[in-house]
């Protein structure tokens, strides 16, 4: 049995310069500074006020500059090359930094509606001229930061994925103002711990969601949307491939897909032209544009062990 192997498009899984990575940066940088700012004025609007509506707030914005800072982040750090201790570059950062970030959502969250159900109960007397303002500024920041990013939302992933966080934080905004509005009118006071359950109760599944996805590509699982039975039969489809064994197929940032495989190639056909075949049909079809595959020639004991 003869053993080789390829590196199937080698430099077909890492993208080149990107020529907007410059000016998603900038944007990213200013969309942040806003939405940091206030996120410290809204803590502080949040205790002085006494409104737990703006500290939920002030949570599903510490999203925001997460994810903005994830993303400036993975520009910055993703530029960086391999080495010969990260031999698949820093791109996993953003996967490290985005676990990190839900784990944390997850305690403030859970904070909030522990919070919230207490002072349903026992109602606390809320700032409500105070609470509308600083609300208003959070709301006209959001729209701020919005028009920043929409620039580059349909070119970068990441950019689309930070415009998404601040659009959804404006509904919060809204949220938060109407209930200052309406504790001003009524003075219902209770009204603040319900929309601040409401706003924790929005932001938990979208947390748990993100806190699913990394733990599933740290944990090297199969990236989504793809079914790695499907990619074998596919594979033992091209002519000269006798079975496969020892597929693994995984993610190293959400976006991207690397494969390794034993192919068996019947004793009548070249090992490096079916080799080839096979890696084609990969990046064609399954857009995998990073694989590895080992070819060994078939032997009839061996037969069984290859489908295995």
Same mark, same amino acid.
């Given at each position: 049995?003869?053993?080789?192997?390829?590196?199937?498009?080698?430099?077909?899984?890492?993208?080149?310069?990107?020529?907007?990575?410059?000016?998603?940066?900038?944007?990213?940088?200013?969309?942040?500074?806003?939405?940091?700012?206030?996120?410290?004025?809204?803590?502080?609007?949040?205790?002085?006020?006494?409104?737990?509506?703006?500290?939920?707030?002030?949570?599903?914005?510490?999203?925001?500059?997460?994810?903005?800072?994830?993303?400036?982040?993975?520009?910055?750090?993703?530029?960086?090359?391999?080495?010969?201790?990260?031999?698949?570059?820093?791109?996993?950062?953003?996967?490290?930094?985005?676990?990190?970030?839900?784990?944390?959502?997850?305690?403030?969250?859970?904070?909030?509606?522990?919070?919230?159900?207490?002072?349903?109960?026992?109602?606390?007397?809320?700032?409500?001229?105070?609470?509308?303002?600083?609300?208003? %500024? =959070? &709301?006209? +920041?959001?729209?701020?930061?919005?028009?920043? #990013?929409?620039?580059?939302?349909?070119?970068? $992933?990441?950019?689309?994925?930070?415009?998404?966080?601040?659009?959804?934080?404006?509904?919060?905004?809204?949220?938060?103002?109407?209930?200052?509005?309406?504790?001003?009118?009524?003075?219902?006071?209770?009204?603040?711990?319900?929309?601040?359950?409401? %706003? =924790? &109760?929005? +932001?938990?599944?979208?947390?748990?969601?993100? #806190?699913?996805?990394?733990?599933?590509?740290? $944990?090297?699982?199969?990236?989504?949307?793809?079914?790695?039975?499907?990619?074998?039969?596919?594979?033992?489809?091209?002519?000269?491939?006798?079975?496969?064994?020892?597929?693994?197929?995984?993610?190293?940032?959400?976006?991207?897909?690397?494969?390794?495989?034993?192919?068996?190639?019947?004793?009548?056909?070249?090992?490096?032209?079916?080799?080839?075949?096979?890696?084609?049909?990969?990046?064609?079809?399954?857009?995998?544009?990073?694989?590895?595959?080992?070819?060994?020639?078939?032997?009839?004991?061996?037969?069984?062990?290859?489908?295995?």
């Amino acid at each position: 049995m003869s053993a080789k192997h390829n590196h199937a498009d080698e430099g077909g899984g890492h993208a080149g310069h990107d020529h907007t990575a410059g000016a998603n940066s900038k944007s990213l940088t200013i969309a942040l500074a806003l939405t940091g700012s206030f996120l410290i004025a809204e803590l502080v609007g949040a205790y002085w006020f006494n409104s737990l509506a703006l500290l939920s707030d002030a949570a599903h914005m510490f999203t925001d500059a997460a994810a903005l800072a994830i993303a400036l982040a993975a520009i910055k750090i993703g530029q960086r090359a391999a080495d010969k201790q990260r031999t698949y570059g820093y791109r996993r950062f953003e996967i490290l930094a985005a676990a990190f970030n839900a784990v944390l959502l997850f305690v403030v969250a859970g904070y909030v509606l522990y919070e919230g159900v207490l002072r349903f109960f026992k109602p606390e007397s809320v700032g409500s001229v105070g609470m509308l303002i600083v609300a208003s %500024i =959070g &709301l006209l +920041v959001n729209l701020i930061a919005m028009r920043v #990013l929409v620039g580059g939302k349909d070119a970068s $992933l990441n950019v689309k994925g930070a415009y998404l966080e601040v659009w959804a934080d404006m509904f919060g905004s809204l949220g938060v103002i109407t209930a200052a509005i309406a504790i001003y009118f009524t003075n219902w006071s209770w009204i603040d711990p319900i929309v601040a359950i409401g %706003i =924790g &109760l929005w +932001v938990l599944p979208r947390t748990w969601i993100l #806190l699913r996805d990394t733990t599933h590509i740290l $944990l090297q699982g199969v990236p989504r949307g793809m079914d790695i039975d499907v990619i074998r039969a596919a594979i033992e489809e091209i002519p000269g491939v006798a079975g496969v064994h020892d597929l693994h197929l995984w993610s190293v940032a959400g976006d991207d897909a690397s494969l390794t495989a034993h192919v068996g190639i019947t004793a009548k056909h070249d090992q490096t032209q079916v080799r080839k075949a096979v890696a084609a049909m990969l990046e064609s079809k399954f857009k995998i544009h990073h694989s590895t595959l080992q070819t060994e020639t078939e032997s009839c004991g061996d037969e069984e062990a290859l489908h295995a």
